[in-house]
């Protein structure tokens, strides 16, 4: 058994030299979904994730489990698994020089010019790896060139060689993931901790649960792929448009099965866009309903799917444990969302939060600004339809971000002919998806855009009660700036609030309040710097 032991490692999510581990329902999906085929035919699979592990832990089991290996594997999207990837994987390079090494990823699969220029990999798997990889541990265990593999990334003669395209394909193709392959308690016990609501990434916990208190969830992916043109977002390039999602009653089955075995509160699902086909949705709720599964849920929901929706389905999310909808919002104006591609127009999006503030779901909404050649009048426009939107939907939490480019898109291309330079190193790469506390294309925002922006992060994170954990003087005099759109004499005022916050805490400790949501903007003197959020990203070797 030992010749067909195969090494997972799933690196860390968030640098924790910033802050708190990563969420604990953050569970290794893609090194599941890349399992699937071969745990059948009875390959050991060990999966070492190091979100369970401070980095050094992580590195050293997993150079401790690839001892009698067949192959050493890994993953990531662009940010700090980038960095944690590389380091682990030169660590067991230099313990096990001759054991074959393989990558794939969103990033990987966009850069695998960088991944192979490191000497590490034998090969990228691009795109949708499950039959890739599958293919390639094969071909390592019969001795076989990886040549005649599809899907694949090699570096021959000092440059990037790609194989023949893989297609993309269904459900019907791959089987259920391989659940026994991980121990959940360890996540259960990082998520029912006290502390929990200040793990990154968390999401809220469901109002039905209690606020902030500590919750069980899993994460789950249920389609690959996206049919949106968005031209921020490499999806289009890895997964050509392609969708491809598994039936509502399989879904149903397998998260029966799942809620029996291990007794969740909440299930994250990880699909870059789960509401493609109304039809799915509809009987993946009435199927919630029918079989009386009771757990609470939260999923990408677009904008124009939302609004596409007849009533009755918008009732049965809502019904069956729909508690936040993701929407990326992305601009404020018709113009730039034209340049983006989504079919977005006018006020769609406060329509759409709108609609499910009717339902009490919660709408997390994110805008985007910065984008290339965008103008500070369209920047403005978007905080301010960010603005009208927490007005018109007091469930919702519409936040603003500042560009973040990614390669492996339109919009990458123009901004490097703007002047934009991306890091060089591979280990640097590990910083650029932080951009949720830091910009990373600085200088694009103009300041007066970039104060307005921190102004009203001040102001909407103030009226939620994030600050104070309660609803008082300050919170109300915010929430009446943000309804009426004053913000004459607001830079005074915040940092009036600021002296007085901090002066307060002295004379009355509280415990601190989680601000998940949106940015704390309680700085003195700024109005505001970036706290943890969620961003859109589904991770994995299997998701690009």
Same mark, same amino acid.
């Given at each position: 058994?030992?010749?067909?032991?195969?090494?997972?490692?799933?690196?860390?999510?968030?640098?924790?030299?910033?802050?708190?581990?990563?969420?604990?329902?953050?569970?290794?999906?893609?090194?599941?979904?890349?399992?699937?085929?071969?745990?059948?035919?009875?390959?050991?699979?060990?999966?070492?994730?190091?979100?369970?592990?401070?980095?050094?832990?992580?590195?050293?089991?997993?150079?401790?489990?690839?001892?009698?290996?067949?192959?050493?594997?890994?993953?990531?999207?662009?940010?700090?698994?980038?960095?944690?990837?590389?380091?682990?994987?030169?660590?067991?390079?230099?313990?096990?020089?001759?054991?074959?090494?393989?990558?794939?990823?969103?990033?990987?699969?966009?850069?695998?010019?960088?991944?192979?220029?490191?000497?590490?990999?034998?090969?990228?798997?691009?795109?949708?790896?499950?039959?890739?990889?599958?293919?390639?541990? =094969? +071909?390592?265990?019969?001795?076989?060139?990886? %040549? #005649?593999? *599809?899907? @694949?990334?090699?570096?021959?003669?000092?440059? &990037?060689?790609?194989?023949?395209?893989?297609?993309?394909?269904?459900?019907?193709?791959?089987?259920?993931?391989?659940?026994?392959?991980?121990?959940?308690?360890?996540?259960?016990?990082?998520?029912?901790?006290?502390?929990?609501?200040?793990?990154?990434?968390?999401?809220?916990?469901?109002?039905?649960?209690?606020?902030?208190?500590?919750?069980?969830?899993?994460?789950?992916?249920?389609?690959?792929?996206?049919?949106?043109?968005?031209?921020?977002?490499?999806?289009?390039?890895?997964?050509?448009?392609?969708? =491809? +999602?598994?039936?509502?009653?399989?879904?149903? %089955? #397998?998260? *029966?099965? @799942?809620?029996?075995?291990?007794?969740?509160? &909440?299930?994250?699902?990880?699909?870059?866009?789960?509401?493609?086909?109304?039809?799915?949705?509809?009987?993946?709720?009435?199927?919630?309903?029918?079989?009386?599964?009771?757990?609470?849920?939260?999923?990408?929901?677009?904008?124009?799917?939302?609004?596409?929706?007849?009533?009755?389905?918008?009732?049965?999310?809502?019904?069956?444990?729909?508690?936040?909808?993701?929407?990326?919002?992305?601009?404020?104006?018709?113009?730039?969302?034209?340049?983006?591609?989504?079919?977005?127009?006018?006020?769609?999006?406060?329509?759409?939060?709108?609609?499910?503030?009717?339902?009490?779901?919660?709408?997390?909404?994110?805008?985007?600004?910065?984008?290339?050649?965008?103008?500070?009048?369209?920047?403005?426009?978007?905080?301010?339809?960010?603005?009208?939107?927490?007005?018109?939907?007091?469930?919702?939490?519409?936040?603003?971000?500042?560009?973040?480019?990614?390669?492996?898109?339109?919009?990458?291309?123009?901004?490097?002919?703007?002047?934009?330079?991306?890091?060089?190193?591979?280990?640097?790469?590990?910083?650029?998806?932080?951009?949720?506390?830091?910009?990373?294309?600085?200088?694009?925002?103009?300041?007066?855009?970039?104060?307005?922006?921190?102004?009203?992060?001040?102001?909407?994170?103030?009226?939620?009660?994030?600050?104070?954990?309660?609803?008082?003087?300050?919170?109300?005099?915010?929430?009446?700036?943000?309804?009426?759109?004053?913000?004459?004499?607001?830079?005074?005022?915040?940092?009036?609030?600021?002296?007085?916050?901090?002066?307060?805490?002295?004379?009355?400790?509280?415990?601190?309040?989680?601000?998940?949501?949106?940015?704390?903007?309680?700085?003195?003197?700024?109005?505001?710097?970036?706290?943890?959020?969620?961003?859109?990203?589904?991770?994995?070797?299997?998701?690009?």
């Amino acid at each position: 058994m030992s010749r067909k032991k195969i090494v997972l490692y799933q690196p860390q999510q968030v640098d924790r030299g910033i802050g708190p581990r990563c969420s604990g329902d953050m569970l290794p999906l893609e090194m599941l979904c890349i399992s699937s085929l071969l745990v059948r035919e009875g390959y050991e699979i060990q999966i070492i994730d190091a979100n369970l592990y401070d980095e050094e832990e992580g590195h050293r089991r997993a150079v401790e489990a690839c001892e009698g290996a067949l192959l050493y594997a890994t993953s990531g999207i662009l940010g700090y698994m980038v960095t944690d990837g590389f380091n682990c994987s030169t660590k067991v390079k230099a313990e096990h020089p001759k054991l074959p090494m393989i990558i794939g990823g969103w990033f990987a699969s966009v850069r695998p010019d960088l991944q192979l220029g490191t000497g590490l990999y034998d090969a990228v798997v691009l795109a949708q790896g499950e039959f890739s990889f599958y293919e390639v541990v =094969k +071909a390592i265990e019969s001795g076989t060139k990886f %040549d #005649d593999i *599809a899907g @694949l990334a090699l570096w021959r003669d000092g440059q &990037v060689f790609k194989t023949e395209k893989r297609p993309v394909v269904g459900w019907e193709k791959l089987p259920n993931l391989p659940w026994h392959l991980i121990d959940i308690e360890p996540y259960r016990e990082m998520q029912l901790r006290s502390d929990s609501h200040r793990q990154i990434l968390r999401m809220p916990t469901p109002p039905a649960i209690g606020s902030r208190k500590p919750y069980f969830g899993i994460t789950y992916f249920s389609s690959y792929g996206c049919p949106e043109p968005c031209t921020f977002c490499c999806s289009p390039i890895v997964t050509d448009r392609r969708w =491809k +999602a598994m039936p509502a009653d399989r879904m149903l %089955d #397998d998260l *029966a099965d @799942l809620k029996e075995r291990w007794n969740f509160d &909440v299930v994250r699902f990880h699909d870059a866009n789960f509401g493609v086909m109304q039809k799915r949705v509809k009987e993946f709720a009435d199927g919630m309903l029918s079989r009386n599964l009771k757990f609470h849920w939260n999923a990408f929901l677009e904008t124009h799917s939302i609004l596409s929706y007849k009533p009755e389905v918008l009732d049965a999310l809502a019904a069956s444990g729909l508690y936040i909808a993701e929407i990326g919002a992305e601009a404020g104006t018709d113009q730039m969302m034209s340049k983006i591609g989504k079919p977005i127009s006018g006020d769609d999006n406060i329509n759409a939060a709108v609609e499910m503030d009717k339902r009490g779901v919660c709408s997390s909404v994110t805008y985007i600004i910065g984008y290339p050649g965008e103008q500070p009048d369209s920047m403005i426009a978007t905080i301010d339809q960010c603005r009208r939107l927490h007005v018109a939907a007091p469930l919702a939490r519409p936040t603003v971000w500042p560009y973040r480019p990614i390669p492996g898109t339109v919009m990458w291309d123009q901004a490097v002919s703007m002047g934009y330079r991306p890091p060089q190193a591979i280990k640097e790469w590990g910083s650029i998806g932080e951009y949720h506390l830091e910009e990373t294309w600085p200088g694009k925002i103009p300041p007066h855009v970039a104060e307005r922006r921190k102004l009203y992060q001040h102001f909407v994170t103030l009226s939620y009660g994030l600050a104070r954990g309660k609803i008082g003087w300050w919170e109300k005099r915010a929430e009446k700036r943000l309804r009426e759109n004053n913000f004459k004499g607001a830079l005074w005022e915040a940092r009036a609030f600021d002296v007085f916050n901090r002066v307060e805490k002295k004379l009355r400790p509280r415990e601190e309040v989680s601000r998940s949501w949106v940015d704390p903007g309680h700085k003195t003197g700024t109005a505001g710097n970036a706290a943890s959020k969620s961003s859109k990203a589904m991770t994995g070797a299997t998701h690009g």
